[in-house]
């Protein structure tokens, strides 16, 4: 069968404790309205289980949405599946031309003994009549999931030459009402479908502006609690949590640095909000921005060595490049952002080429992104009131806030505005997404 073995045991033992000291709560539901009509035809065909007792999971399913959200492919439908193969040497390819599709993937699923699991899969091309890759994994019950995210990522990069993003995290902000009506903020985090949602922080008071570390261990967040912003970092598998900034005024916006040793933020310490950096072993303050506007919402380039904000310096928010360095602002900042009304809550894509923003035409606020070799600002979305984007970690996607039917949901659309989908709450909002970096176990 030529598998290639891969033992993740070790790499499953960070989601493991994750699941084991936070509190389960209601997963967010997908709603997908829209995909390439040319996306690429796959049939992920249900694993073999030979097992009397009842399948732990069926990961082909979370394989197919996982593919499917992507935007890239489109999963072929179980029930018109005129044969279901579990093994290279079973594969009828002509049946599947004939089907018209482009990829198989093909599976077993054996119990070992101790809620233990063997999971082997092959993904074949169908034209070639040869195997693309194929894996070979032991893994416990609650790590099927996870393992599963991982398949459709390694599937993902076999046919696209890209790495996926399926096995990541994604964070957002949920409200709700108490029982005497009054809000309560919830910081949560959930797999990147959706699923396995977990609480880490709630409050009577708002809490907003999640962003990951490098590592993707930890999150730094601006709570209200004590009546005005202020910066906090918490350890998502401990939830040990320490308040970073406390000065005087505003303390909003924090962005790690790329190498996870400095943080941006936005502080009217002295009166006017402007840009710092702040060293996180020393707790020293680099001012990097002097002027009149005000000056929010930082976001690094990859290099570290530059970042974007938002400015209100010439009349009306716009979107500004500043090179920095370990004192601070370095030359004058360079405006990026010319058309429309208003540009702000920006974010950099992980290669450093593109800026994705809310963008204020006629009043109508949706996600752009502007490449910063051609210029060309291009509109992905068309909601009135879309906000806070953010790229995935393989730039293929992006996660905002919209509003649909007067209630908060979160949105993913691909960087070209060709695929898109929703995910939403049973009840409440939910606003403030971040897309986790790819996760170091």
Not at 348 to 364: E, F
Not at 417 to 431: E, I, N, T, Y
Request: proline residues 5%; positive net charge.
């Amino acid at each position: 069968m030529n598998l290639q073995k891969i033992k993740l045991s070790c790499v499953f033992v960070v989601m493991s404790l994750l699941t084991i000291s936070m509190p389960s709560r209601a997963e967010l539901t997908i709603d997908i309205t829209l995909w390439l009509d040319n996306a690429t035809p796959i049939a992920v065909v249900p694993f073999e289980w030979r097992s009397p007792s009842r399948i732990p999971l069926k990961m082909t399913d979370v394989i197919s949405a996982d593919l499917k959200r992507s935007g890239q492919f489109a999963p072929m439908n179980e029930k018109d599946m005129i044969e279901t193969p579990h093994s290279s040497s079973e594969v009828n390819y002509a049946t599947w031309r004939n089907s018209k599709m482009k990829y198989v993937v093909i599976g077993k699923l054996q119990p070992l003994g101790s809620n233990s699991f063997k999971i082997q899969f092959q993904l074949l091309d169908v034209e070639k009549g040869t195997q693309v890759t194929g894996h070979s994994f032991q893994a416990k019950k609650k790590q099927l999931r996870r393992l599963s995210h991982h398949i459709s990522d390694l599937i993902y990069e076999a046919i696209t030459g890209e790495r996926g993003a399926f096995d990541t995290y994604l964070a957002y902000i949920t409200v709700t009402k108490d029982r005497k009506g009054q809000n309560r903020y919830r910081l949560a985090i959930s797999d990147s479908d959706g699923y396995n949602e977990q609480i880490l922080f709630e409050s009577s008071m708002p809490i907003v502006r999640p962003s990951w570390s490098p590592d993707g261990k930890k999150l730094a967040y601006v709570s209200y609690a004590t009546g005005r912003p202020q910066i906090y970092v918490q350890n998502i598998f401990n939830r040990h949590t320490q308040r970073l900034t406390d000065f005087k005024g505003s303390n909003l916006s924090p962005a790690w640095s790329p190498d996870g040793r400095r943080m941006a933020m936005s502080l009217s310490k002295d009166g006017n909000a402007e840009i710092y950096i702040m060293d996180l072993n020393t707790r020293k303050l680099h001012r990097v921005t002097r002027s009149y506007g005000v000056d929010i919402e930082p976001s690094w380039f990859p290099d570290g060595r530059s970042l974007i904000f938002t400015s209100d310096r010439g009349g009306k928010p716009q979107i500004y490049r500043q090179s920095v360095d370990s004192r601070g602002g370095v030359g004058q900042a360079q405006r990026l952002t010319f058309d429309g009304v208003e540009n702000l809550r920006s974010s950099v894509s992980p290669d450093g080429k593109r800026i994705a923003m809310v963008h204020n035409t006629g009043g109508q606020y949706r996600i752009a992104v502007l490449d910063l070799e051609t210029e060309q600002l291009s509109i992905l979305t068309d909601g009135g009131l879309d906000e806070s984007p953010g790229f995935a970690p393989n730039g293929g996607m992006l996660i905002y806030a919209a509003q649909v039917k007067n209630r908060g949901v979160l949105a993913v659309v691909s960087s070209d505005g060709r695929a898109s989908h929703k995910l939403r709450l049973q009840q409440g909002d939910v606003r403030e997404p971040a897309w986790s970096p790819y996760k170091q176990d």
